[in-house]
């Protein structure tokens, strides 16, 4: 995904702007690896080999975004059917 594509992006269910936390990058400055998060829903999007992976939540599976979450040092709400990040799992910062 190209940065430039961040500021056309926004969390598709309040249209809020999304911040991104970049866990993987080429030396060109392309996304493999992060995550959108939107602070007014509160919802996450992973970016997942370069692609941003911004489905509406009935359509998208916990089991398979958990392992992602997990190696990003990360948990998700288990709690509820939104996806929403609990917080970090350590406090070590995402690079």
């Known amino acids: 995904m190209n ?7 926004c969390c598709p269910f309040d249209k ?6 970049v ?9 493999i690896e992060g995550l ?4 007014s829903c509160q919802r996450y999007f992973p970016i997942i080999y ?5 489905t509406p939540d009935e ?3 916990k089991s398979l975004e ?3 979450l997990e190696r990003w040092g ?7 059917n939104s996806f929403k990040i609990a917080g970090p799992k350590t406090t070590k910062e995402l690079k």
């Open 3 to 9: 940065r430039k594509l961040i500021d056309k992006l």
């Open 16 to 21: 809020s702007d999304l911040k991104i936390q």
């Open 23 to 31: 866990i993987q990058e080429t030396e060109h400055q392309k996304i």
């Open 36 to 39: 959108l998060t939107c602070e």
């Open 50 to 54: 370069g692609i941003p992976i911004m």
């Open 59 to 61: 359509y998208r599976e």
């Open 66 to 68: 958990l392992p992602n």
């Open 74 to 80: 990360l948990e998700m709400d288990t709690k509820t």
